[in-house]
């Protein structure tokens, strides 16, 4: 099976795996995607489901990895593919002074990014009703797996040992909602302003639109590289459905907030992740991804996956037909465009991991 097919495949149906301790661990809860492995296929790591409750009865299966890592994907016992773990990267074993595990504080994802959640908790969060429904950033506080806030200092010093020991590339930082004015962008300021004193790493900066686009030129002054406002859904009726409390920022502000912050960031370094397989159809979301590469946005477009313990966990994901017909086309449209993801300076979109589109061509 061609390497893309078989991540698109992988990604709709997850794995089912002969031994889960392989790799690096597993991503349970936290804000984003989750309940996913790094698995590399044909040189590519990409995310693939395994905690999920569609992988636990995926037509996949991986065999112990052999002697040189590598591990047979079967199909219904049918030999189709190959794929390798990364392995345990070394910055996870440390702890910082006052003996907090360095892997609470951020974690590798994909191949060579470092991720963070600021801030572990969000206005959105506090009733099951307003809550974006596909979200868990509260599972992983709750079990332990990480901390309310991660300070500047502690950043830093994560953010130093993981370019040191483990080569990684670039830093995506993300945040709970902390309130309804900057939306995230003063923490994010201060993380990326003493990151950036203790190591050059790039920086992709997450949240919500702020009120106030001076917040742009704030970050960018900050270090920030790259900025990601994630619309998720983007037809009203499945925005109210699916993030009642997001919903209430306007798509006009997000789209006004894009040419705002394109201006600061520049062309191709502002993205936004788009969920596909929560309602909107495949036109709703190329039309969307349309008018934002005409502004230099980037639609970093994933396949939905239902996270365990989440309102969504018995939602179908995607079939790999629906994320073929979208990628494929979204692929060709970046291409002409020329906005290209190796061309990220950080972040999801430059990552990849979350999506085949950049075997798609995007
Ligand atoms: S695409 Fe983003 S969320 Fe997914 S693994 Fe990469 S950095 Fe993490």
Known sequence: MPASQLITELQSFG??????????????????????????????????PVHTASAYESPYTASRPDVRGLSVVERDG??????????????????????IPYSKIAVLHGADVLATTVLQTCIRYQSRARTCQFCSIGQSLAAGRTIARKTPEQLAEVARAAVLLDGVKHMVMTTGTPNATD??????????????????????????????DAW???????????????????????????????ASVPLERYFSAFEASVA???????????????????????????????????????????ISGTPLEDHPAPSPGFMRDLLAPLGAMLRAANLRSADIKAGCGKCGACSSLSAYGG
Not at 78 to 99: E, K, N
């Open 15 to 48: 794995i089912r795996l002969a031994d889960p301790r392989a790799g690096a661990p597993s991503r349970r809860g936290g804000a984003g995607p989750s309940d996913h492995k790094a698995v590399t296929i044909d040189g590519r790591t990409v995310m693939v």
């Open 78 to 99: 049918v030999a189709v593919g190959r794929i390798a773990f990364p392995r345990q990267p070394r910055f996870h074993a440390l702890q910082t002074l006052d003996g």
């Open 216 to 246: 742009f030129r704030r970050m960018k002054a900050a270090g920030v590289d790259a900025l990601g406002m994630h619309l998720e859904a983007v037809t009203p009726e499945v925005r109210a459905r699916i993030m009642p409390g997001k």
């Open 264 to 306: 600061v960031f520049g062309r191709g370094q502002v993205s936004t992740y788009i969920l596909a397989g929560l309602g909107d159809g495949r036109d709703a979301i190329l039309g969307i991804s349309e008018k934002l590469i005409a502004m230099g946005v980037y639609p970093f477009v994933v396949p939905f996956v239902p």
């Open 183 to 212: 939306r995230g962008a003063a923490i994010l300021c201060e993380s990326a302003f003493a990151v950036k004193q203790a190591v050059d790493l790039p920086i992709q900066a997450q949240c919500e639109p702020p009120d106030d």
